[in-house]
């Protein structure tokens, strides 16, 4: 037989195009998109659904290190298993450099937790944390041969921020090994100053989190991370923008010349800080940082997404459980919003939420909703084309989708670790039905028919 699979009678849409086509599957990769393939090993009918790439989520907080007694609700298998039910193929997860430690030595850590136990494909960035001229001189550029092209520098968290010096000594080693830099950009100094008013005033509930980190504090370093990227010449990416005063700071330097993307996150599109002022301390459950904003952002975002000042959706999926221990209700985190780990789950939400939203309500066409959840991801950390499209020679990752199929978000459907989703009740049309992943099914409607271990580690090209 010519093929081992064969999708028949589906609607296949790229980023570009969408049109009707079978799809021929053999050892992995798509080998053929015409009609009347003959047989294969296995037909799958797709009529009715729309054939699609995977779906790349590059912004996915996994098994990280998160502070005394704080533990991450996801480890390498059940957050992958989730990003599957939620109709993504590969992940893109972050390394965090432990300071005082290289970031070859983080790696081999970050390495044994997911060897074996990935269902999708997973790739690293580097968190710099410690920028060392050992780090940045040598580490760092034979780290980007060996196919780690993409790190993240915080301006925000005590014992994560780097300093403006550090900023720009790391932008500029990362310009000459060929490595794009992401940038979580909130000023410290303005924070810990609000902070302190607030603990001084008695202000400790969930909802101060977000007074404490206001949009000034978010534009002020969006400004400062696109200038100093500026003055390096290095290309930038700013995550999970929050509200349009950011938005107009990248496209402000774009018009520059700048080389900078956007990215957003559904929280940005349907959480407002409101949510953070929930009863008792249900508000917890929203504490991520850039906080969730206004109304007005909101539609800012669903704008940003629209004219393209955002090329990424990701889901900053950063997972703790709510009514534990280690987790949101640890025993500080109740008394003061400061001790309340940052981050939301949401790896498996995304994709319903930008379709439902997007694509079903007409924000978005089918083709924006390919380009925003896999293809610009693909192209912007180095695995277009062999991830993010349906293309003869492409992997065969590939998500059905039923656009008619309407679902509510609740907890109990969900693969994974927290105990909650700030989704729960959200009504949505249209769903993941069949994943594949190298041409195999791993999600079949409410069933896993993938294995643990899978997925694989993926090498990226430098853009460079
Ligand atoms: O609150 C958030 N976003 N936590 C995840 C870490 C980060 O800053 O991306
Ligand atoms: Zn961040
Ligand atoms: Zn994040």
């Known amino acids: 037989m010519q093929?081992?699979?064969i999708i028949k009678n589906g609607t296949v849409v790229t980023a570009s195009d969408t049109f009707r086509s079978d799809v021929g599957i053999r050892n992995g990769k798509i080998a053929a998109l015409a009609d009347d393939l003959g047989d294969a090993g296995e037909i799958i009918d797709a009529t009715g659904l729309y054939v699609m790439p995977g779906g790349i989520d590059s912004h996915v907080h996994l098994a990280q290190p998160s502070g005394d007694g704080i533990v991450m609700a996801d480890d390498f298998a059940s957050g992958t298993l989730s990003a599957a039910f939620g109709g993504n193929t590969t992940v893109l997860t972050f390394c965090m450099q432990e300071k005082g430690t290289t970031l070859r030595e983080s790696?081999?850590?970050?390495?044994?937790k997911a060897d074996g136990e990935?269902?999708?494909?997973?790739?690293f960035h580097l968190v710099v944390t410690d920028p060392t001229s050992y780090v940045l001189g040598q580490e760092l550029p034979a780290l980007v041969e060996d196919g780690y092209t993409s790190i993240k520098v915080f301006m925000t968290y005590e014992n994560l921020r780097l300093r403006d010096d550090q900023i720009l000594d790391?932008?500029?080693?990362?310009?000459?090994?060929?490595?794009?830099?992401m940038v979580h950009c909130e000023n410290e100094d303005a924070i810990r100053y609000l902070i302190g008013r607030h603990e001084e005033n008695g202000e400790l509930a969930p909802k101060f989190h977000a007074l404490?980190?206001?949009?000034?504090?978010?534009?002020e370093a969006t400004h400062r991370a696109l200038s100093l990227a500026e003055i390096t010449d290095t290309p930038v990416v700013i995550v999970h923008v929050s509200n349009r005063q950011a938005m107009e700071e990248i496209e402000r330097a774009r018009k520059r010349g700048s080389k900078v993307a956007g990215e957003t996150c559904p929280q940005y599109l349907l959480l407002t800080a409101d949510d953070l002022d929930a009863a008792e301390l249900e508000g917890a459950k929203f504490v991520c940082s850039p906080p969730p904003r206004d109304k007005e952002s909101q539609i800012a975002c669903w704008e940003g997404l629209q004219n393209g000042t955002f090329e990424l959706f990701s889901s900053d999926h950063c997972p703790f459980r709510y009514?534990?221990?280690?987790g949101k209700l640890n025993e500080r985190g109740k008394r003061n919003f400061r001790w309340i780990p940052n981050g939301i789950p949401g790896v498996e939400t995304r994709l319903p939420i930008l379709f439902s939203e997007g694509v079903s309500k007409n924000r978005i066409d089918i083709n924006r909703f390919v380009a925003l959840s896999s293809t610009n991801h693909a192209k912007q950390y180095g695995l277009y084309p062999q991830k993010g499209t349906i293309a003869i020679g492409s992997d065969a990752?590939?998500?059905?989708?039923?656009?008619?199929?309407?679902?509510?978000i609740t907890n109990d459907i969900l693969h994974h670790g927290a105990d909650y989703t700030p989704y729960e009740g959200l009504d949505v049309t249209g769903w993941p039905v069949r994943v594949l992943l190298g041409g195999k099914t791993i999600?079949?409607?409410?069933?896993?028919?993938?294995?643990?271990?899978?997925?694989n580690y993926l090498r990226r090209k430098s853009l460079a």
């Open 3 to 5: 093929f081992d699979t």
């Open 443 to 455: 999600v079949d409607g409410a069933a896993t028919t993938g294995e643990m271990g899978q997925g």
């Open 170 to 181: 790391t932008l500029d080693s990362a310009r000459r090994s060929g490595a794009i830099v």
């Open 107 to 112: 790696l081999k850590d970050y390495h044994a």
């Open 118 to 123: 990935c269902y999708v494909d997973v790739s």
């Open 212 to 219: 404490s980190r206001p949009v000034a504090a978010e534009r």
């Open 397 to 408: 990752d590939i998500a059905l989708w039923d656009p008619q199929k309407t679902m509510t």
């Open 323 to 326: 009514d534990d221990d280690s």
